[in-house]
């Protein structure tokens, strides 16, 4: 009885143990996608894939399964894989290192250094999806987030742990905007996600819009246009992985994403490789799954916030479309650059009439909500008449509330405006608010 009971035991544990590697081999590449066959995997896993003597091996991960083989996405370019070539399932999920080493760096979508001032130092692996958090254990967002920037503090107060998204079409303002609110909020740690920018950008960023002050208590995470889908998609989910860190250390973390119009683009191209049907405009369907669990990670928790600032690329100058559509839908209010107040010289280019802070009724004063309030008024209704007033055809004193527009909208527009290098206190900016309305 006995040898029989440690036979078993013995069976068990050989079950239980691997004492032998398996690899599967690659059957057929189609696009971006590689299909391999005779390997057990679940979706996220990472797997090493051989390309061959003197070149290096290829890391992909597992995104689909289809007629008995396992679709593959490479992080890197396919050169040097083929037909045959082996692929071993590590058996692990993509994780990062974090540590508080990652400050003034600038690394790629893999959390690997990329500015050449040597090693991230070790800290902790933190897996890219991140935990869900429960919504019941979310403390209420009471609080103002200082920006500095007067068009945004005055007029769509934003507090600790919000979401916003700047919404505008190429070449309005996004970069130099987020560049200035960089430089200027009063967050703890400011984490920067530069998805599918052009290379030459980068560099222009960090040296132009950030500049040294907003560099030093920043961390960039960087996936140019040239790169993968798979690198592209997992830059936003990294940057959200860093600032959950932070967030973990008990700090007020600001995360920027430019832009998340990009990131949908690189998840399309994911969801088309491995067979999804396309949808509105060419978007698959998992991309509206994929969002509202990106966007949720951001919030006001027990320890720590992370406010998102997030920038959608308006196709067209269709604010319409399906990703501003369903990003405006998420979120907790947006700010609309507009490219008509963009050629009158205008900079910040804010609409602010059609821009809202969805949470500032809860964290402005009464008397700051009240003024800003008087504000839109005035510009609503000037913005009504303007071609009546630019023609001449308005008559003075047929209207008193428009006589009052016409009169306070030169100050109106001079305290929207804001040199990029200049940063303006909050109560500043409330006082200068009760000032044009004296």
Do not use: W
């Not at 396919?78 to 974090?98: A, C, P």
């Not at 001032?117 to 209420?140: Q, V, W």
């Not at 190429?170 to 996600?193: E, F, H, P, Q």
């Not at 790169?227 to 936003?236: D, F």
């Amino acid at each position: 009885m006995k040898t029989l009971l440690d036979q078993t035991e013995l069976c068990r544990n050989i079950r239980n143990n691997s004492f032998f590697k398996t690899y599967g081999k690659i059957e057929q590449i189609v696009g971006m996608t590689v299909e391999a066959s005779g390997i057990s995997c679940n979706i996220g896993d990472v797997c090493r894939i051989s390309a061959g003597f003197n070149k290096k091996d290829a890391v992909a991960e597992v995104v689909g399964f289809k007629d008995n083989k396992v679709m593959l996405m490479p992080y890197s370019d396919m050169d040097g894989i083929g037909y045959g070539s082996f692929v071993e399932n590590t058996g692990e999920k993509l994780r990062i290192n974090v540590s508080d080493g990652l400050i003034g760096r600038a690394v790629d979508a893999l959390g690997n250094p990329i500015d050449g001032k040597g090693e991230i130092p070790e800290g902790m692996l933190y897996s890219i999806n991140g935990n869900r958090s429960n919504p019941l254990e979310r403390p209420p967002i009471t609080q103002p987030l200082e920006f500095g920037v007067k068009a945004i503090d005055g007029m769509l107060t934003i507090g600790k742990g919000q979401r916003m998204g700047i919404f505008a079409g190429s070449g309005v303002g996004k970069s130099t905007l987020m560049g200035m609110i960089a430089r200027n909020i009063k967050a703890d740690v400011n984490v920067i996600a530069l998805v599918g920018e052009r290379g030459r950008e980068v560099m222009e960023f960090i040296d132009r819009d950030l500049g040294p002050e907003g560099l030093k208590r920043s961390v960039l995470v960087v996936a140019t246009s040239d790169q993968p889908a798979l690198m592209r998609s997992k830059c936003c989910l990294t940057a959200t992985t860093i600032a959950e860190y932070f967030k973990d250390q008990g700090k007020d973390v600001l995360i920027m994403m430019d832009s998340l119009t990009r990131y949908c683009m690189a998840e399309r191209e994911i969801g088309l490789s491995i067979g999804e049907p396309p949808v509105a405009r060419g978007y698959t369907p998992s991309i509206y799954a994929s969002l509202p669990k990106l966007l949720e990670r951001c919030g006001k928790f027990r320890k720590g916030s992370i406010t998102g600032i997030f920038t959608v690329l308006v196709e067209g100058d269709d604010s319409n479309e399906p990703v501003s559509d369903t990003v405006r839908g998420i979120i907790d209010g947006h700010i609309m650059l507009s490219r008509k107040i963009a050629m009158k010289n205008h900079y910040p280019a804010i609409d602010v009439t059609a821009s809202i802070s969805r949470l500032m009724s809860g964290i402005a004063s009464p008397e700051h909500k009240a003024n800003a309030s008087k504000i839109r008024k005035i510009m609503s209704l000037y913005q009504d008449n303007a071609d009546l007033i630019s023609i001449g055809a308005y008559k003075t004193g047929s209207n008193p509330e428009l006589d009052e527009a016409i009169n306070r909208m030169p100050a109106i527009n001079e305290f929207l405006q804001q040199p990029v290098d200049e940063k303006v206190d909050f109560d500043d900016t409330v006082r200068m608010i009760s000032e044009i309305l004296a």
